[in-house]
């Protein structure tokens, strides 16, 4: 592990341990016997009434990355009122997009179906994803077809991406120069058509769930100019869309933020799913 990553999770630990609000954890539950797949619940301690919930899909350039890494999104999400949800997904080389999506898709289909056991509302859950992530929490919103091979329609009610990496994959690799290309090559094939296909750019239309976009003003160009035309697509369905470009943040910190319990985000995110926060601790993080 290198030393600014792991800088970054002691700070998570330290700020957890300081934490006021006690969180309820269950994790490692089986969401795919088959896979032998798993997800992490945070929820708020004392829940009155069902809470909306918002499921993450971790980074990692579709190769690496693991939910363990994640807690102080679960919990922080938890402490602001909401039901966080962490998932791991298979990675490649063991499947490629399709099947992390399906993996995404299944997890969904078992936090609907199981919700209510941990104080959740089946009908008000959302989808986030950073980098990697991003592209398959976007994908499984905006192409149903996921969603109808298992039976259900779509249940997400909105998708929060935090720097995207992937939602056009098809102009990422007419644009990339990159000797790891390879490494995407793997998850997406050489095949132009399977490009589109995977890219949610591709399968953006009026009935889709909606978006909301973080991205980090020093992040990667090629992050920063697809991301940009990935909303002004959306935004040809969806006019109100929020692009929100957070200064100074890199490509990792853009995850890395939420440890920080006044991040903005976190007010960014509420609002963007109508949800109240629980409680104090919410002032937002001046830039």
């Not at 063991?94 to 995404?104: L, R």
């Not at 997406?188 to 058509?193: C, I, K, L, N, T």
């Not at 992040?219 to 929020?242: H, S, W």
Request: proline share 6%; glycine share 6%; charged share 20%.
């Amino acid at each position: 592990m290198n030393r600014p990553l792991l800088l970054l999770l002691t700070l998570s630990l330290l700020l957890s341990a300081c934490s006021i609000k006690p969180v309820s954890k269950t994790k490692n539950v089986t969401y795919s016997a088959t896979h032998d797949l798993r997800l992490d619940v945070y929820a708020p301690r004392r829940i009155k009434e069902p809470k909306k919930i918002l499921i993450f899909v971790h980074g990692g350039n579709w190769v690496h990355g693991k939910k363990s890494i994640y807690p102080f999104y679960g919990k922080g999400m938890a402490r602001k009122g909401l039901i966080g949800v962490v998932i791991d997904y298979r990675l490649s080389p063991a499947a490629n997009y399709e099947g992390m999506a399906t993996d995404v898709a299944e997890a969904v289909k078992w936090v609907k179906d199981h919700c209510r056991s941990f104080g959740g509302d089946p009908d008000n859950i959302y989808i986030s994803g950073h980098s990697a992530g991003a592209q398959l929490a976007a994908l499984v919103a905006t192409n149903n077809t996921y969603f109808e091979k298992l039976g259900m329609k779509n249940p997400i009610k909105g998708t929060v991406l935090i720097d995207a990496f992937g939602l056009d994959m098809y102009r990422y690799f007419s644009l990339s120069k990159n000797e790891k290309d390879t490494i995407y090559r793997r998850v997406f094939s050489d095949d132009s058509a399977t490009w589109k296909k995977a890219s949610p750019a591709h399968h953006l239309s009026k009935n889709m769930p909606p978006f909301i976009i973080f991205m980090g003003g020093k992040t990667y160009p090629v992050i920063r100019q697809i991301n940009q035309e990935f909303y002004a697509a959306v935004t040809k369905y969806q006019p109100a869309t929020q692009f929100i470009i957070v200064k100074r943040k890199r490509h990792v910190p853009m995850i890395f933020q939420f440890i920080n319990p006044r991040a903005r985000a976190y007010q960014q995110i509420l609002d963007f799913m109508g949800a109240t926060p629980n409680g104090a601790g919410n002032r937002p993080e001046k830039k």
